[in-house]
């Protein structure tokens, strides 16, 4: 079995939405319940990132902007847009989210560990370096992927997406940066409406819209002949995977039919072109049953699958 990393932290709980909010701690409560079955994890506290790692993608006005909006009493809200929302709390728990994907980083790095998952909320991949959105606040695996590049001297970093919704945040890093990979696949033509096939930035954007309805075998064609062949060609020192269980056909927000195994097999297919080492950041996932059953199988593929080395080009 892989060396694997759960890192999370209690702080994740605090980032409190309204009532009725789909984006709620109970999510992270059924993914910890779920988790706590698996032997064997290497369990560490996330830390909370630091200002110098955020002002690597977003700048340091909008960033304490951010932080100067925090309600600073229990109970009371800040709304950013229609469906975003911060707490008292909300500034630690993002901070946490993104030194998750940092220690991560890290302890791949050391050698610690081969694989991590961090289960943490609230969610990133909607997060644009100026604007907040979509439930998100600060972008945890673009900022995952400037880490890795800025402390480590990596110099090929992939974000891969499989959240239902379409990774516009990390999109937008991948336009304005030419040495980094971004793949997303997600369902076309809702929130928040970007991710088009011909979105391909500077040859370095893959994105794959699926119809309302696709199922699983759909969806790993379309993986399996548009991402994963450019990401082999890519060859990423380091994927850092923005994992969302929304695309599964319970999920209320979303209308793709997928199961528990196709993230199985997303998960072995990005093993085996990460030849074996990445690290994995929750995003969304809104059915409590769905995305704790999805998260459970994800982390146990990363446990147990041995990847084939030499690309991941394997078949659907
Ligand atoms: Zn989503």
Redesign the pocket.
Known sequence: MAKIALITHPACFEHRPPAGHPESPERLAAVLTALSGLDDLIRLDAPCAEKADLVRLHPIDHVERLMALEPKQTGQKQQLDPDTYMSAGSIEAALRAVGAVKAGIDGLMAGQFERAFCATRP?G??AEARKAM?FCLWNSAAIGALYARAHYGLERVAVVDF???HGNGSQELAELDAEFFCASI?QGGI?PGTGHAAETGQGNLVNVPMPSGADGSAWRAAFAETILPALAAYRPQIIIVSA?F?GHRLDP??GLNLEVDDYVWATERLLDVAEGKLVSTL????HLQALAACAFAHVRTLQTYKARSGGGLAGV
Do not use: R, W
Request: charged share 20%; net charge negative; proline share 6%.
């Open positions: 969610p991949h909607h979509g959240d239902v919704h997600h929130y969302g929304d927000l979303a995003e969304g996932g809104y």
